[in-house]
């Protein structure tokens, strides 16, 4: 992609409560769509990823949505617990392979006890 | 699997010294990237490889880095010589036939 912009960098929830994480993108011929968590010391870990035939999809406490007319994304987290607390990136990629990803700058979650 | 291996985890040098940065992507794995991460710029991708060539280096600094694939399972980001502003936590990930791609632990570089 050419950019991706985050929102917001930092979002604290308290422990049970669900958070969102938007992002938009600029290249119409993005069609790939990861979030990666990263842990404090470690590396980003792709938690979930979409593909730009589809609106939603859902991993347990996680899901992703795509809107492309308007073209963004969102992470949104349920019933969240202090072991979600990291910092969060979405990223776009464009054409067949998916090869160079686009990182937004990050979101810091921390979910409060 | 053991996931991306990087090394050294963490590296401290002094300015004009050569830096050599190393990773092992996953195995079957014909895709490798390195990433640098800083505070100000964020994740950037420096060069990824395909099949043990370089695919595209745009994201490569300057011509003090340079980045090697001799074969499937082994990787080299060098920078000589190292400055302060190299400083950084640089991030190897492989990708197979799928999307996903996967990110080792990284190394910690600082230049003093």
Not at chain 2, 40 to 45: C, I, K, P, V, W
Not at chain 2, 58 to 79: C, Q, V, W, Y
Request: aromatic share 10%; hydrophobic share 30%.
């Amino acid at each position: 992609g050419e950019n991706v912009e985050q929102h917001p960098s930092t979002l604290s929830v308290q422990e049970g409560d669900s958070a969102v994480i938007k992002c938009t993108y600029s290249d119409s011929a993005s069609n790939y769509f990861p979030w990666y968590k990263q842990e404090l010391g470690k590396g980003p870990q792709l938690i979930i990823d979409i593909r730009s035939n589809v609106g939603e999809k859902k991993d347990q406490r996680i899901a992703v949505t795509l809107n492309k007319t308007a073209k963004h994304f969102s992470l949104h987290i349920t019933e969240t617990q202090p072991e979600d607390s990291a910092v969060y990136f979405c990223a776009d990629a464009r054409g067949g392979s998916a090869r160079q990803l686009t990182f937004g700058s990050g979101t810091q979650l921390t979910v409060l006890p | 699997d053991a996931g991306v291996i990087q090394s050294p985890r963490h590296e401290v040098t002094e300015m004009g010294q050569e830096v050599t940065l190393r990773c092992k992507p996953i195995s079957g794995h014909d895709y490798l990237f390195w990433y640098r991460q800083t505070m100000m710029r964020g994740l950037e991708l420096l060069i990824y490889f395909n099949n043990n060539v370089p695919i595209d280096d745009s994201g490569m600094p300057e011509d003090r880095f340079s980045a090697k694939m001799p074969n499937a399972s082994f990787s080299t980001l060098k920078i000589q010589p190292s400055e302060p502003r190299d400083s950084a936590v640089y991030f190897c990930a492989s990708q197979g036939g799928g999307y996903e791609q996967y990110f080792g632990p990284g190394t910690r570089l600082t230049v003093t």
